[in-house]
């Protein structure tokens, strides 16, 4: 079945450290989106991609970096320069073109700083 | 700017109540206008969506029209399952601006046997 995946479902931080979370898609679409969520605030754009190996910064963009070599794969990497990373992160994907079209979205990695 | 507003929550109903999350929007240009749901634990799920004035989205009980005039999309359900129990985010997308989302904050909604 074509889907997103994420992971790990759960993700230990130690302070200083990068971290990456993963998520592959096989619905052959063209962009990707990543997504923070935290209680009470809804979803924030971090980084968006709409073709591969070229990304947008989203409204969040600070301490995160993205990378799209591939159409299928865009990992997120959470550094040591995001001062509150602990939240829900959620991956989307939609074809390139139609704004008509909805996300199909991932299960999401829940980070944790400890 | 464009902006997504819902209805605060929590919403705790009995089964079978009848349900309305309010939503309202603010945009340049004609969005599309998108309603989905997330159980505990999960990504999102597409629930319904809109793509122009008067149109309505339904899907498993759910309906929501897409007013122009009221710039206004409110989800509805005549009645209520426990399975229902969820978190309900409101979303328009509009062209020429990377076709990303604009999302709402998101409304609790508990059903009670």
């Known amino acids: 079945d074509g889907g997103i995946t994420q992971s790990p479902k759960y993700l230990f931080r130690k302070e200083g450290q990068n971290v990456t979370l993963s998520c592959e898609q096989n619905l052959n679409h063209d962009a990707m989106y990543w997504y923070r969520q935290d209680p009470g605030q809804g979803l924030r754009l971090i980084y968006y991609?709409?073709?591969?190996?070229?990304?947008q910064k989203g409204d969040i963009a600070e301490g995160y970096s993205v990378s799209r070599e591939k159409k299928e794969s865009f990992p997120l990497t959470v550094t040591s320069a995001q001062k509150n990373p602990t939240a829900f992160y959620l991956c989307a994907s939609s074809p390139e073109t139609g704004y008509n079209y909805g996300y199909t979205f991932g299960s999401g990695t829940r980070l944790t700083v400890v | 700017g464009n902006s997504v507003t819902q209805m605060e929550g929590p919403v705790t109903l009995s089964e079978e109540a009848f349900l309305t999350i309010n939503c309202t929007y603010t945009a340049t240009g004609y969005p599309s206008l998108f309603w989905y749901v997330q159980y505990p634990g999960e990504g999102l799920q597409l629930l319904l969506k809109a793509t122009k004035a008067d149109d309505k989205g339904s899907n498993k009980g759910f309906e929501a029209t897409y007013r122009k005039e009221t710039t206004s999309f409110h989800l509805e359900k005549g009645s209520v399952q426990v399975s229902d129990s969820a978190v309900y985010f409101c979303?328009?997308?509009?062209?020429?601006?990377?076709?990303?989302?604009?999302f709402g904050t998101g409304t609790s909604l508990t059903v009670i046997p």
């Open positions: 979303a328009l997308r509009i062209p020429n601006t990377g076709n990303q989302f604009y």
């Open positions: 991609s709409q073709i591969v190996n070229d990304f």
